[in-house]
Protein backbone atom coordinates (compact mmCIF):
# COMPACT_ATOMS: atom_id res chain seq x y z
CA UNK A 1 0.00 0.00 0.00
CA UNK A 2 0.94 3.31 -1.29
CA UNK A 3 0.85 5.87 1.41
CA UNK A 4 1.34 9.90 0.53
CA UNK A 5 1.31 12.03 4.25
CA UNK A 6 1.94 15.70 4.22
CA UNK A 7 3.01 18.41 6.66
CA UNK A 8 3.71 21.63 8.00
CA UNK A 9 0.77 23.46 6.29
CA UNK A 10 -0.39 26.50 8.80
CA UNK A 11 -1.22 30.23 8.63
CA UNK A 12 1.16 32.91 8.52
CA UNK A 13 1.06 36.56 7.47
CA UNK A 14 2.02 38.19 4.08
CA UNK A 15 6.09 38.01 3.04
CA UNK A 16 6.10 34.82 5.83
CA UNK A 17 7.98 31.05 5.46
CA UNK A 18 5.99 28.00 5.41
CA UNK A 19 8.02 23.88 4.59
CA UNK A 20 6.05 21.71 3.67
CA UNK A 21 6.94 17.84 3.70
CA UNK A 22 5.83 14.85 1.83
CA UNK A 23 6.20 11.39 3.22
CA UNK A 24 5.97 8.56 0.76
CA UNK A 25 6.26 5.10 1.48
CA UNK A 26 5.20 1.68 0.21
CA UNK A 27 6.40 2.53 -3.44
CA UNK A 28 8.58 -0.30 -4.49
CA UNK A 29 9.62 1.77 -7.56
CA UNK A 30 12.46 3.94 -7.44
CA UNK A 31 12.45 6.37 -10.39
CA UNK A 32 9.40 8.65 -9.21
CA UNK A 33 8.11 12.05 -9.82
CA UNK A 34 6.57 14.09 -7.05
CA UNK A 35 4.83 17.06 -7.14
CA UNK A 36 3.27 19.99 -4.78
CA UNK A 37 0.21 20.89 -6.54
CA UNK A 38 -2.33 23.63 -4.97
CA UNK A 39 -6.09 24.02 -4.62
CA UNK A 40 -7.47 27.18 -4.69
CA UNK A 41 -11.82 27.23 -3.94
CA UNK A 42 -12.80 28.10 -7.70
CA UNK A 43 -9.39 27.56 -9.47
CA UNK A 44 -8.00 24.63 -10.91
CA UNK A 45 -5.59 22.47 -9.35
CA UNK A 46 -2.07 24.21 -10.16
CA UNK A 47 0.96 22.10 -10.17
CA UNK A 48 3.79 24.41 -8.19
CA UNK A 49 7.35 22.13 -8.29
CA UNK A 50 8.28 19.06 -9.10
CA UNK A 51 11.55 16.73 -8.58
CA UNK A 52 12.09 13.50 -9.95
CA UNK A 53 14.60 10.49 -8.13
CA UNK A 54 17.71 12.25 -10.46
CA UNK A 55 17.37 15.52 -8.58
CA UNK A 56 15.31 17.25 -11.75
CA UNK A 57 13.01 19.74 -10.82
CA UNK A 58 10.60 22.16 -12.56
CA UNK A 59 8.46 25.31 -10.54
CA UNK A 60 5.37 27.24 -12.01
CA UNK A 61 6.16 30.78 -12.88
CA UNK A 62 4.60 31.88 -10.27
CA UNK A 63 6.88 30.67 -7.49
CA UNK A 64 9.83 29.78 -9.22
CA UNK A 65 11.68 32.80 -6.90
CA UNK A 66 10.29 32.10 -3.68
CA UNK A 67 9.71 28.52 -3.72
CA UNK A 68 11.86 25.27 -3.62
CA UNK A 69 11.23 21.44 -3.87
CA UNK A 70 14.10 19.39 -2.51
CA UNK A 71 14.30 15.67 -1.37
CA UNK A 72 16.28 13.41 1.24
CA UNK A 73 18.82 10.74 0.40
CA UNK A 74 16.14 8.47 0.69
CA UNK A 75 14.06 10.08 -1.95
CA UNK A 76 11.43 9.02 0.51
CA UNK A 77 10.86 12.85 2.03
CA UNK A 78 10.15 15.81 -0.10
CA UNK A 79 10.07 19.25 1.43
CA UNK A 80 8.67 22.38 -0.35
CA UNK A 81 9.99 25.51 1.29
CA UNK A 82 8.08 28.34 0.74
CA UNK A 83 9.54 31.79 1.25
CA UNK A 84 7.84 35.66 1.02
CA UNK A 85 4.83 33.74 0.98
CA UNK A 86 1.80 35.74 -0.59
CA UNK A 87 -2.34 36.34 -0.30
CA UNK A 88 -2.53 34.01 -3.53
CA UNK A 89 -0.42 31.40 -2.15
CA UNK A 90 -3.62 30.25 -0.36
CA UNK A 91 -4.57 26.88 -0.39
CA UNK A 92 -4.56 23.35 -0.18
CA UNK A 93 -1.33 21.87 -0.75
CA UNK A 94 -0.69 18.00 -1.84
CA UNK A 95 1.65 16.13 -2.62
CA UNK A 96 1.27 13.69 -5.50
CA UNK A 97 3.61 10.66 -6.67
CA UNK A 98 3.84 9.41 -10.76
CA UNK A 99 5.24 6.79 -11.54
CA UNK A 100 8.79 7.39 -14.24
CA UNK A 101 9.55 4.70 -17.52
CA UNK A 102 9.92 4.92 -20.98
CA UNK A 103 9.27 8.54 -22.47
CA UNK A 104 7.29 9.46 -19.39
CA UNK A 105 9.41 11.94 -17.14
CA UNK A 106 8.37 14.46 -14.39
CA UNK A 107 7.72 17.14 -17.11
CA UNK A 108 4.32 15.23 -18.40
CA UNK A 109 3.37 15.12 -14.71
CA UNK A 110 3.85 19.05 -14.43
CA UNK A 111 1.67 19.31 -17.46
CA UNK A 112 -1.12 17.01 -16.81
CA UNK A 113 -1.56 16.62 -12.90
CA UNK A 114 -4.65 14.50 -13.39
CA UNK A 115 -1.49 11.44 -14.40
CA UNK A 116 -0.29 11.65 -10.80
CA UNK A 117 -0.70 7.81 -9.43
CA UNK A 118 -0.94 8.43 -5.85
CA UNK A 119 -2.07 11.34 -4.43
CA UNK A 120 -1.85 12.30 -0.65
CA UNK A 121 -4.90 14.58 1.79
CA UNK A 122 -3.05 17.64 1.86
CA UNK A 123 -2.12 20.07 3.86
CA UNK A 124 -3.52 23.98 4.19
CA UNK A 125 -1.61 27.19 3.90
CA UNK A 126 -3.35 30.63 4.90
CA UNK A 127 -1.81 33.58 4.24
CA UNK A 128 -3.16 37.04 5.45
CA UNK A 129 -1.82 40.19 3.98
Known amino acids: QVDVVESGGGSVQSGGTLKLSCRVT????????VGWVRQSPGKEREVVAV???????DYADSVKTRFTISQNDARNTIDLQMNSLQSEDTAMYLC???????????????????????WGQGTEVTVSS
Open 96 to 118: AVGKLGGLLGCGYYFRFPKAFDY
Open 26 to 33: GLADSRIC
Open 51 to 57: IDSDDWT
